[in-house]
C-alpha cells in the first residue's frame, strides 16, 4: 500500500502565502495525475488543482494566477504553492493520485488552511 502525507498548512493573513507539501511513501513516478483538493466547513470536497506525468497542470477558476501546482520526483513529493490567499480559500486541503501499480487511488489525511487576520 501507498501512503500520501501533506503538510504546510497553518494560520496565514489575507495576502499570505504557504506552501504544502504531499510526501508519498513510494515513487511518485508511479503516479498518474495527482491532485489537490479541498474543503471548507459545511461544504463538499472540491478539486483546486491537478498535475499530469507530462507536466500539464489544470486550476479551480478562483485560484488561477494565485497557487501553482509542480512535482518533486527525487523528494517524492507534489507541492500546492499558494499565494495571495484569501479567507475563502480557508478549508482543509487534501491531496491524491492514481497508483498505477496498485490502480487505486490514494488520499492523504489533510492539512488546514485558515486565512484570518
Known amino acids: 500500500q501507498v501512503q500520501l502525507v501533506e503538510s504546510g498548512g497553518g494560520l496565514v493573513q489575507p495576502g499570505g502565502s504557504l506552501r504544502l507539501s504531499c510526501t508519498a511513501s513510494?515513487?511518485?513516478?508511479?503516479?498518474?495525475?495527482m491532485g489537490w483538493y479541498r474543503q471548507a466547513p459545511g461544504k463538499q470536497r472540491e478539486f483546486v488543482a491537478i498535475?499530469?506525468?507530462?507536466?500539464?497542470?489544470t486550476y479551480l477558476e478562483s485560484v488561477k494566477g494565485r497557487f501553482t501546482i509542480s512535482r518533486d520526483n527525487a523528494n517524492n513529493t507534489l507541492y500546492l504553492q499558494m499565494g495571495s490567499l484569501k479567507p475563502e480559500d480557508t478549508a482543509v486541503y487534501y491531496c491524491?493520485?492514481?497508483?498505477?501499480?496498485?490502480?487505486?487511488?490514494?488520499w492523504g489525511q489533510g492539512t488546514q488552511v485558515t486565512v484570518s487576520s
Open positions: 498535475s499530469t506525468p507530462l507536466g500539464g497542470t
Open positions: 513510494g515513487s511518485i513516478l508511479n503516479f498518474n495525475n
Open positions: 491524491n493520485g492514481y497508483e498505477m501499480g496498485y490502480r487505486q487511488w490514494y
